[in-house]
């Protein structure tokens, strides 16, 4: 017999954002056609930043499934649907093929065969800048700097330092 309470529930551990945001943002990406938000998430990546400034993805256009193709047959491409700012139109259309093979290879395969311009402006996230990391007494500084002395990756050193930084930088809150 176990000593735990009928009510007792396992905690759950700590979960990464993304793995809750996926299956929240699923249905919405499938209205549009996109299986995951990959494409959205990497288009600066695959188009280059100054094309990501001026386009971006609205949908994929699928085409039906023909009735004689096997279950296990790759689909047919589709058509990528992107809202494009009407002065990059030209260079957009342009460098359709260069896009749609930069596509297709970050997914490493042909999903994407061609594309369709919608112009009109382009919606951008606004941009936050990052927290300037405050400069620190040398004593604090070099207190930081034996604290994390046994840290070989560097990455995470880096990290933990700007971290310690913030936290060791900041004003302490007073109670009114």
Do not use: Y
Not at 93 to 99: K, L
Not at 108 to 133: A, N
Request: proline content about 11%; overall charge positive; glycine content about 6%.
């Amino acid at each position: 017999m176990s000593n735990k309470p009928s009510n007792f529930k396992p905690r759950r551990s700590a979960r990464p954002f993304a793995d809750l945001l996926g299956p929240t943002l699923a249905d919405a990406l499938k209205a549009r056609g996109f299986a995951t938000a990959d494409i959205i998430g990497h288009w600066p990546d695959i188009v280059g930043a100054r094309l990501a400034e001026q386009s971006q993805p609205m949908k994929i256009q699928w085409p039906p499934r023909a009735k004689t193709q096997a279950p296990e047959a790759a689909p047919q491409p589709a058509t990528l649907i992107l809202r494009v700012e009407s002065a990059f139109a030209l260079e957009v259309e342009m460098g359709a093929a260069q896009i749609i093979e930069r596509i297709n290879a970050v997914f490493g395969w042909r999903c994407v065969g061609k594309l369709r311009l919608r112009q009109g402006p382009v919606e951008h996230p606004e941009r936050r800048e990052r927290p300037k990391v405050p400069e620190l007494a040398p004593a604090a500084a070099r207190k930081l700097a034996e604290d994390l002395k046994g840290i070989e990756d560097p990455g995470l050193r880096e990290a933990l330092e700007r971290l310690g930084r913030q936290v060791r930088g900041s004003k302490p809150v007073t109670a009114p």
